[in-house]
């Protein structure tokens, strides 16, 4: 049933403009991403897969709104509304930001060397959720500890492990409970048993809060943590 769907996937396209000549024409298009379509239920966790150059991480970069679709519709169902995430202009797309959140493969670029972890954590609870005083510093603690980083409130990343910024990366994304999670190749900088570490609390932690998790990956083994798995080639869904 629809409900029972977060989003909903029609006929998805992401294409890329080839151009040459001094007056950059454009000659072709690269199709990234060709009619892709598949729902994702609501607290599930899916696995997309493929290899390097499939357009994995171009579709969900695109569901995120990182990039913009060249057609196709992106439906969100929440609060007995669908919403098409495709055709959202800024003011509403910053409001939808807020129930979907993604980590990124390298934690140590997406986090800002400036801040320490404590304050990393802070900032989206105190812009989205206005947290201030001893509610705020409580919800830090409680964070830091769902993500086994208890005692490094006070580090900057260049001091913690890829392990650890990892996890400060989780923590920043999970901070705000949003409905959806993109984790896009979360382990591709990590050795394996780190690596499996990440996965396990990747996927308890959206089960804790009813998040629906979406692993964009190149590893079947990764994969294998998902409810559901699509398997991706030249921009198209061949395996589901």
């Known amino acids: 049933m629809k409900d029972e769907n977060l989003l909903e996937v029609v006929d998805l396209r992401k294409y890329f403009p080839?151009?040459?000549?001094?007056f950059k024409r454009r000659i072709t298009y690269v199709h990234a991403v060709d009619d892709v379509c598949f729902?994702?239920?609501?607290?599930?966790?899916?696995?997309?897969v493929g290899e390097s150059g499939c357009g994995k991480t171009t579709v969900g970069r695109t569901l995120m709104r990182l990039l913009d679709p060249t057609s196709g519709q992106i439906l969100?169902?929440?609060?007995?509304?669908?919403?098409?995430?495709?055709?959202?202009?800024?003011?509403?797309?910053?409001?939808?930001?807020r129930k979907m959140q993604i980590v990124f493969q390298d934690p140590?670029?997406?986090?800002?060397?400036?801040?320490?972890?404590?304050?990393?954590?802070?900032?989206?609870?105190?812009?989205?959720?206005?947290?201030?005083?001893?509610?705020?510093?409580?919800r830090i603690l409680k964070l830091l500890d769902d993500v086994g980083l208890g005692g490094l409130a006070n580090r900057f990343p260049e001091t913690l492990s890829g392990g650890?910024?990892?996890?400060?990366?989780?923590?920043?994304?999970?901070?705000?409970?949003?409905?959806?999670?993109?984790?896009?190749?979360p382990t591709g900088n990590l050795d394996e048993d780190t690596g499996g570490r990440i996965i396990e609390l990747l996927t308890g932690?959206?089960?804790?809060?009813?998040?629906?998790?979406?692993?964009v990956t190149h590893s079947t083994h990764v994969a294998q943590a998902a409810n559901r798995v699509l398997r991706l080639s030249h921009g198209r869904v061949v395996a589901d």
Not at 39 to 48: A, D, H, P, Q, V
Not at 91 to 96: G, T, Y
Not at 128 to 137: P, T
Request: proline share 3%.
């Open 18 to 22: 080839i151009v040459s000549g001094l």
């Open 39 to 48: 729902n994702i239920k609501k607290t599930s966790t899916m696995g997309l």
């Open 76 to 97: 969100y169902n929440g609060n007995d509304q669908q919403i098409d995430i495709a055709t959202l202009g800024k003011k509403k797309l910053r409001n939808m930001r």
């Open 108 to 138: 140590q670029s997406s986090l800002n060397p400036r801040r320490t972890v404590h304050d990393t954590l802070a900032e989206p609870l105190q812009i989205l959720e206005g947290k201030k005083g001893e509610e705020l510093e409580i």
């Open 164 to 185: 650890e910024q990892q996890r400060a990366a989780i923590a920043r994304a999970l901070a705000h409970r949003p409905a959806l999670l993109l984790a896009d190749e």
């Open 205 to 215: 932690l959206a089960r804790q809060q009813g998040t629906t998790l979406l692993l």
